[in-house]
């Protein structure tokens, strides 16, 4: 049974215009303002044409601070943090002991011994607390801060406006300034695959600044979008979400929970050369001994992947779609699939099993489908 424990200062707004708070990490989230078809089209084409903006206060913000700060950080996480200056912030992965994926997060160096991890539903606030006990270090657990993430080709347009150089502003880079006479951090972050900004603001400012945005930008085309977006917008781009693509929701057969960064295609948030985080001797041994592939499906027609399709090859059921989506923008029909590592190559004949029992032909495809080269999220100016 969920227990939302955590309320967002835009709870209201949001039951204005429909939205029905479902849990979320805990926080009451907007995932549908309407179930319709037409609206989850809508709101898709916004962000991918013009900006949506979406409240992500369910994230989980967490300030680590001291002088071992980024000691912490750098025990916890995969990253080398001391490569990180203030103004910047990076993607990393968090393990458990055995290797295994536990939670992602950004990690933001604000100042010199000032830190903020932004995580989700994963464990990586236990992890903080647990590695920080005992040194010159507070981990705070920070709710009153909101964020509203600000997505699409004309965010920037939007945001130059009122953000004197916010086009500057490289990717996963972050500014302390103002915006509509409110203190807020922007960073130039996401989770879209689109050029986008996450706003960061106090609770009391939460209600003013999203209605601002709103008003103000809806000569531009942006509008609210519902939380259930990002599954269309993150399945295109790559970007996984814990624990939805994971074995924490499809389980092995006779294994306990747990995926490598080498099995969900991760690898790459471990800094080059680094050790001494949690789980790094296992991670690094378990490189070449995959027992699945996160990798792409793209498949015939316009039906979509349902979540948890099976994964068919020769009419043998060998893995699972976790999301699929079917875009009109970009004409394709695609999805991320947890598949046998030698299905795992371009071209690899599968079909896909919806769960009224259509199949439909597919192929295994690279990933990202969307934004291939980064060049859209990471543009310049």
């Not at 302390?176 to 879209?192: A, D, E, N």
């Not at 781009?237 to 099995?263: A, V």
């Amino acid at each position: 049974m969920a227990i939302i424990w955590r309320t967002s200062a835009l709870a209201q707004r949001h039951k204005e215009i429909g939205g029905e708070l479902e849990d979320w990490n805990g926080m009451g989230t907007a995932w549908f303002y309407d179930h319709t078809p037409e609206r989850a089209k809508a709101d898709y084409e916004a962000v991918r044409t013009k900006a949506g903006l979406m409240d992500v206060s369910g994230l989980k913000k967490v300030h680590v601070v001291g002088e071992h700060a980024a000691q912490v950080i750098d025990r916890v996480t995969t990253r080398n943090v001391e490569k990180i200056m203030p103004g910047r912030s990076t993607y990393a992965s968090i393990l458990n002991d055995q290797g295994k994926f536990v939670d992602d997060c950004i990690i933001y160096r604000l100042s010199v011994n000032s830190w903020m991890v932004v995580h989700g539903t994963g464990t990586g606030m236990e992890q903080l607390n647990t590695v920080a006990a005992g040194k010159n270090c507070s981990v705070i657990f920070d709710d009153n801060l909101h964020d509203m993430s600000l997505q699409g080709p004309v965010a920037v347009d939007f945001l130059a406006e009122y953000v004197p150089g916010i086009r500057d502003l490289a990717y996963f880079g972050i500014i302390q300034t103002k915006l509509f006479g409110c203190p807020v951090m922007i960073s130039r972050t996401g989770y879209t695959g689109e050029r986008g900004y996450e706003i960061f603001c106090q609770a009391k400012d939460a209600v003013h600044l999203w209605d601002s945005i709103l008003d103000k930008g809806a000569g531009l085309g942006i509008v609210p979008v519902q939380f259930s977006t990002l599954d269309l917008l993150r399945t295109e781009s790559y970007l996984l979400f814990y624990p939805g693509d994971n074995s924490e929701t499809y389980p092995f057969d006779d294994e306990t929970c747990g995926d490598t960064l080498w099995e969900l295609g991760l690898e790459f948030t471990v800094s080059p050369g680094k050790t001494g985080f949690i789980g790094a001797e296992n991670h690094y041994a378990a490189e070449g001994k995959e027992r699945f592939k996160i990798y792409g499906v793209m498949l015939e027609g316009k039906i979509p992947a349902d979540e948890g399709a099976d994964l068919l090859q020769n009419g043998e059921k060998v893995g699972v779609v976790t999301y699929g989506m079917y875009s009109e923008i970009n004409n394709h029909n695609v999805g991320i699939a947890r598949m046998p590592v030698d299905c795992a190559k371009p071209g690899t004949e599968l079909t896909v099993r919806n769960g009224d029992g259509t199949e439909i032909a597919a192929t295994a495809a690279e990933m990202p489908f969307y934004d291939k080269d980064k060049s859209i999220r990471t543009a310049k100016g």
